[in-house]
């Protein structure tokens, strides 16, 4: 079984205390977010094939892996860098920070362990195609040597998106786009011109449509891809595909994270309905808990 910690918060950023307790307890817990109740997941070592790690400040765990290296599990980190300003990503580290983390992942864990997530891209009044065709030049610049692979998805508009941008578009005079196929097909075929030139492939994460508007440049991503925990482990990883969604290409594995507890306030986020209930649930968090945000 592969582990996902995790797509719904951020984990190693928040909760690297909340999750090595689980690792040497053996299990952790989650709430279904579909109503389906309390589902339990082994961290026996014998029951966990790797680990996917999803962050955008890897800091708090990256000194405090021995208990997983003790069992023998691989882990990939996929670490999102986009360089959103501050109206969009109030408290995500600076790119140029999390640029060198990445570096030494890399340097420790070998060049396969980390992939770059410039994920969503959000077209704004404030980030327009041209920003985007420059930031992610400047981020691939830092990351060349250390990263084979940038995964990229345009915002898609979940409830909980769309409710906080259209938040911020009413307090900050911010207007936001969903751009048309057209105009995402050209900035996905710079990005990924841009990413060759640093020497790594341009992915898409979930947006089979547009992946076949630019054919040849951007393949789809597998950010749960047990190919690439198996490099890392040196040995096969096998799982069973099993996507969330429709053009998925993940492999089957259980996610421990909580919806609402992250406190970065990213204003894209699918995963938070209002920042002020993530930080409120961040404070009142229990490292000792078996479920993150709850008992």
Known sequence: MIVSASYRTDIPAFYAD???????????????????????????????????????????????????????????????VTGYP????????????????????????????????????????????????????????????????AVLSFVEPYRK?????????????????????????????????IAGDAGMALTLCTQPALAALVPGIAAPARCIDAGRLGDVAGRPITAPLKGNRPGCLCAASRDIGAYDTCPHGCAYCYAVADRSRAKAAYAAHDDGAEILGGW
């Open 86 to 149: 501050r109206l969009l990503e109030p408290s995500v580290i600076a790119g140029e920070e999390a640029a060198a983390q990445i570096a030494e992942i890399a340097r420790r864990f070998g060049p396969r362990a980390a992939v770059w997530r410039y994920d969503p891209v959000l077209l704004s009044s404030a980030t327009g195609p041209d920003w985007h065709r420059a930031t992610f030049a400047r981020l691939a610049r830092l990351l060349r040597g250390h990263v084979d692979e």
């Open 161 to 193: 998106t769309r409710r906080n941008l259209d938040r911020l578009a009413r307090r900050a005079g911010l207007d936001w786009r969903l751009p048309e196929p057209d105009e995402k097909a050209a900035l996905v075929g710079d990005l990924a011109a």
């Open 18 to 80: 909340w999750f090595l307790n689980r690792v040497a307890a053996g299990a952790a817990r989650f709430r279904n977010p579909f109503g389906g109740g309390i589902v339990t997941v082994s961290l026996k070592a014998e029951d966990v094939s790797g680990i996917v790690f999803w962050t955008r400040n890897f800091a708090p765990l990256i000194d405090r892996l021995a208990p997983v290296e003790e069992r023998g599990w691989p882990f990939v980190i996929q670490y999102t």
